[in-house]
């Protein structure tokens, strides 16, 4: 009987806890960049440019990628196969704003199967150009549980951070 009242009283808090867990999450970063916003848009249209600037390029130099389409273009495909840093999955641009915004897809296979929206957002500032560049998502049942516990900015943040900063030295030099 101790038994029973455990396994209900375990199932009312996980019922509890995914109603109180976060539903979505957004993560983003931004630099500017001393370039025209044509030049910096026509570079990061193209996802294969991602490999000379990514963080996880450099967690895993040896990732496995494959492509598929016309790169810049609605449909791309860019896939990787990776370490345990940086897993396994997909990203597809979804659509393009000429030297405005890129949306696309990530869809992580490994180490656990996610979507999430990726986006790049140009815009003049002064003699230059602002990038935002971020990702949201739902958080679905489990995982809305444990983003009560860790926060998907903090575990990411950083490596926007790092890309970004790695982007601005690449397009300034």
């Given amino acids: 009987m101790i038994l029973l009242y455990i396994i209900l009283g375990l199932l009312v808090l996980i019922i509890i806890l995914s109603l109180v867990a976060p539903k979505s999450y957004e993560v983003y970063r931004t630099v500017t960049i001393d370039k025209p916003v044509d030049d910096v848009f026509s570079y990061l249209k193209l996802l294969k440019n991602q ?71 140009v815009t003049p500032e002064g003699e230059g150009t602002k990038v935002k560049w971020g990702f949201s998502g739902k958080g679905k049942f489990p995982m809305n549980i444990m983003m009560l516990f860790m926060s998907m900015d903090k575990m990411v943040g950083k490596d926007f951070e790092e890309g970004l900063s790695r982007l601005k030295v690449k397009l300034e030099n």
């Fill in 51 to 121: 490999d000379d600037w990514s963080p996880w390029a450099l967690k895993d130099p040896n990732m496995a990628k494959s492509f598929e389409g016309v790169d810049g273009t609605p449909g791309f495909v860019s896939r990787w196969e990776g370490n345990k840093e940086v897993g396994s999955g997909e990203q597809e641009i979804k659509s393009i704003i000429e030297n405005k915004r890129i949306d696309s897809e990530l869809r992580f296979l490994k180490p656990w199967k996610s979507t999430s929206d990726a986006f790049m957002i």
